[in-house]
């Protein structure tokens, strides 16, 4: 959470210069500082005690999370600190906003019905069912992926910066094969204007590499940088780390440009796909990790497997005893039910969970629903005196109606729960509104056919379901 608030405090800096810049209002330094007890403020000098008092004024008007007070050292001088209420909104949008990314990011591992959500003030709970490579999958999730471009500092010595510390307004940041590297404390471009990242190769070397580009505000940026620094250096850092730092040629107006370095093309794939789901608000770290072995997994499928087969069973023998002839057409069209099921999932590349085994097993008991209406229908027509044939395409016409209206409201329920739940709510409505589809093919198509099929024209005097 710190750390989000200090780079709140970074984006401030610029923002001041700018607003002080239109008003204006002469200042001479607006820089980041730290109490003697860690905490942070924004300190800013100006040529007179009247420009501060003008400086204030600005502050007040056009940033209001901004608490404007007296600088110990005189009246020329500023503090400048955020609010109690925005650095609770900062830490809460910090959470949410790095859900969200990380959402984003798994989604594009392609992981199937992934939970994440928050726990508590500062944590967030990632479950990766079916992950196979978990440290990647922690690498990409939790790479906190800030894109930066800073200027390389010519100006001092790197060896003196390193043996005794960098000079005011400059860090030291290092490689990953350990070079240091003097860089300008202020990030002149960062990750927040990109709008694409691919990664590929390098035509000359034939290396992996990231080629990103900028929204019209970064490419304006990027074009403005690159004129003013022509000959110079320009380090691009990713997580505080120097990927590359290239020398500036000529002005780059396009607004795209490579990220080169990367050890492999796994890598450069991994740095894309952060770049494209963007930066965490604030670093985060894997404080508990636990994963379900297999053989959990397994009993509860085999427990789910075979209490789709009992309940089949079940009401294949309930219906062939109750409805005779008539309830042995209905087992075939239950059959037909749970092989298109499967097959339209293995269509589709749905995930089976166990909610969704859940699912088939409810589709099972209603899949009969609308042959007991059709042949209680057909029972009530042989009653009344019609005719075998009469009693049959009365059943089904006039029961289509009730089917229909009964398993259009299930299915609204179905696609409800998919559209606005998550994880195992989702399997399960997706095997449900596939089993209602299905169901209603094969209870009103597949067995008038079957049935027609069987008997055809000729001269009935009685029917074999169950009526007597």
């Known amino acids: 959470m710190a750390k989000a608030i200090q780079r709140s405090y970074e ?14 209002v002469r200042y001479r330094t607006v820089a980041l500082d730290e109490t003697q007890e860690g905490a942070a403020f924004l300190r800013l000098k100006f040529d007179s005690a009247a420009e501060a008092e003008a400086g204030a004024e600005v502050i007040d008007d056009q940033f209001g999370e901004l608490a404007v007070s007296p600088s ?14 925005e650095q609770e909104r900062l830490k809460d949008w910090a959470v949410e906003q790095s859900i969200t990314t990380m959402r984003t990011r798994v989604n594009q591992l392609g992981v199937s019905e992934p939970v994440i959500q928050r726990q508590g003030e500062q944590r967030v709970v990632v479950q ?26 010519t100006e001092h010595s790197l060896q003196k910066a390193v043996d005794q510390g960098p000079p005011p307004g400059t860090i030291i940041r290092y490689d990953r094969q350990g070079q240091p590297y003097l860089l300008k404390r202020r990030t002149v471009l960062s990750g927040q204007y990109v709008t694409e990242a691919r990664s590929g190769f390098s035509q000359q070397t034939n290396e992996p590499l990231v080629h990103i580009s900028f929204d019209a505000k970064g490419t304006r940026l990027f074009g403005r940088l690159t004129e003013e620094n022509v000959g110079n250096r320009m380090a691009i850092l990713l997580d505080n780390e120097v990927v590359t ?25 991994d740095v894309a796909l952060m770049l494209r789901a963007g930066a965490l608000p604030a670093p985060v770290k894997v404080v508990e990790e636990r994963t379900v072995g297999p053989t959990l997994g397994q009993d509860s499928i085999n427990q789910g497997m075979k209490s789709i087969v009992l309940g089949f069973a079940l009401v294949v023998l309930f219906m ?13 069209a239950l059959m037909l039910n749970l092989v298109f099921i ?31 209406l059709i042949f209680e229908r057909i029972r009530e027509e042989v009653r009344v005196g019609n005719t075998p044939h009469a009693a049959i395409h009365s059943g ?17 329920a179905a696609l409800v729960l998919f559209q606005f739940g998550s994880g195992p709510v989702k399997g399960f409505a ?17 067995t008038r056919a079957v049935i027609n099929l069987s008997v055809g024209r000729r001269r009935l005097t009685r029917l074999s379901i169950g009526e007597g």
Request: without cysteine; glycine residues 8%.
């Open 128 to 153: 990766l069912p079916g992950i196979q490579n978990t440290a990647r999958a922690k690498e990409v999730i939790g790479s906190t992926a800030q894109l930066e471009f800073k200027m390389v500092d």
């Open 320 to 332: 062939a005893l109750y409805y005779r002839l008539f309830g042995l057409v209905a087992d075939i």
């Open 342 to 372: 499967v097959a339209i999932m293995s269509l589709l590349q749905a995930t089976l969970t166990l909610p969704g085994i859940a699912g088939i097993v409810l589709t099972v008991g209603m899949a009969v629903d609308a042959n007991t």
């Open 396 to 412: 089904y016409t006039k029961a289509l109606s009730t089917i229909a209206d009964a398993n259009i409201t299930t299915l609204i």
């Open 72 to 85: 110990p050292q005189g009246g020329a001088f500023l503090r400048a600190r955020l609010t109690a209420e």
């Open 245 to 269: 730092a290239p020398r500036i040629n000529e002005e780059i107006p396009g607004g795209r440009a490579q990220i080169t370095g990367m050890a492999n093309p796994e890598e450069a794939h």
């Open 11 to 24: 984006r401030h800096v610029d923002e001041l210069r700018n607003a002080l810049r239109e008003a204006e």
């Open 430 to 446: 997706v095997t449900l509104s596939v089993g209602i589809l299905t169901s209603m093919f094969t209870a009103i198509m597949v």
